[in-house]
C-alpha cells in the first residue's frame, strides 16, 4: 500500500516539477512562431508595396 502512494506522490511530484519547463518551451515555440510569422507578413506586405516606391506615394 505504501509502495502505490508513493508511485502516486512521485508521478504527481514530477509533473509539478516539469510543468516550468514544459511552460518554456511552449513560450519559446509560439515566441518563435511569431517571430516566422511577422517575417513573412512583412516580407509579402514590402512585396505588394514595392512598385509603389518609385511613383512617391
Known amino acids: 500500500m505504501s509502495r502505490r502512494k508513493k508511485n502516486e506522490y ?3 511530484r514530477m509533473l509539478r516539477e516539469s510543468m516550468p519547463v514544459l ?3 511552449f513560450l519559446v515555440i509560439v515566441s518563435v512562431s511569431y517571430i516566422l510569422f511577422r ?3 512583412n516580407k509579402l506586405y514590402y ?3 514595392k512598385e509603389y ?3 512617391g506615394i
Do not use: L, V
Open 10 to 12: 512521485s508521478a504527481k
Open 23 to 25: 511552460g518554456a518551451i
Open 39 to 41: 517575417s513573412w507578413s
Open 47 to 49: 512585396e505588394k508595396w
Open 53 to 55: 516606391e518609385d511613383c
